[in-house]
């Protein structure tokens, strides 16, 4: 059954490259109005409309929120794909990238959901989707930042999601593994690096993938699209953790 999202606006943050990308260009050959989201695009084109936004800025938040509900007038479909990674045994890493990780990886989320859940009530409707990660679900050795805000989102969005049920609005989440990206291509070494993730990193408490592959961003995308369609009408408040097997069910 094909996404129909014609008529619809779908913001996505996160939206200038990696799964964000994938995930706004999916919803925009889903017929959608997409808004993409991001603290810069670095291709020289975009299929859908962009705008500068730091999610880790309250006031900028605010205020680009404030634009665009005022002009659209509805808000069907949010996406939170924004996120950074920062490495590091946990006591050798800069206060600054700790708070960094917190700001943009769970910060921004919490930012969005201040300014956008009085829209979604008064519409009685709409669905909300997070990315979070596997790793909010098995710890990894020198990822204590990353996993911890990935944990710290996922809290946080169950949360809302409690607190718009009753309007009819759906939260969700998905968790994504080893995924093909620039962020997971910062983490490769080696020219045998994706093998490498593939067999698994017992040095680090990293399980293999079963699948036997790293997972494509349009792979994400998809699951993101069922969740926020109708088909996924009374699912809320799950976290689908898309790793190939990584976790074992985690």
Not at 5 to 27: D, E, H, M, P, R
Not at 28 to 43: E, N, S, Y
Request: proline share 4%.
């Amino acid at each position: 059954m094909r996404n129909d999202f014609s008529g619809q606006t779908i913001w996505v943050t996160g939206a200038g490259k990696g799964i964000g990308y994938a995930t706004a260009l999916a919803f925009h050959v889903a017929g959608a109005r997409v808004i993409g989201l991001d603290v810069v695009f670095g291709q020289t084109e975009y299929p859908f409309r962009t705008e500068i936004l730091d999610v880790a800025s309250a006031s900028q938040v605010k205020a680009v929120c404030a634009a665009l509900l005022s002009e659209a007038g509805q808000l069907d479909v949010l996406v939170n794909a924004a996120g950074i990674l920062r490495m590091g045994p946990t006591d050798e890493l800069t206060i600054d990238d700790w708070q960094k990780t917190m700001n943009v990886n769970v910060g921004g989320a919490f930012n969005l959901f201040q300014q956008v859940m009085p829209q979604f009530r008064q519409q009685r409707r709409g669905a909300i989707v997070t990315v979070a990660s596997d790793a909010a679900h098995s710890p990894r050795i020198g990822m204590s930042a990353y996993g911890a805000s990935k944990a710290a989102l996922r809290s946080l969005c169950l949360t809302v999601g409690l607190e718009l049920a009753s309007f009819g609005v759906r939260c969700n989440l998905v968790s994504p593994g080893s995924t093909d990206t620039d962020m997971q291509r910062s983490l490769w070494t080696s020219p045998d690096a994706a093998q490498q993730r593939i067999r698994g990193f017992p040095q680090q408490f990293k399980l293999g993938i079963p699948l036997g592959k790293i997972a494509r961003p349009e792979e994400i995308a998809s699951a993101i699209l069922f969740l926020a369609s109708d088909q996924a009408s009374h699912i809320t408040l799950q976290d689908i953790v898309i790793d190939g097997g990584a976790t074992l069910g985690a």
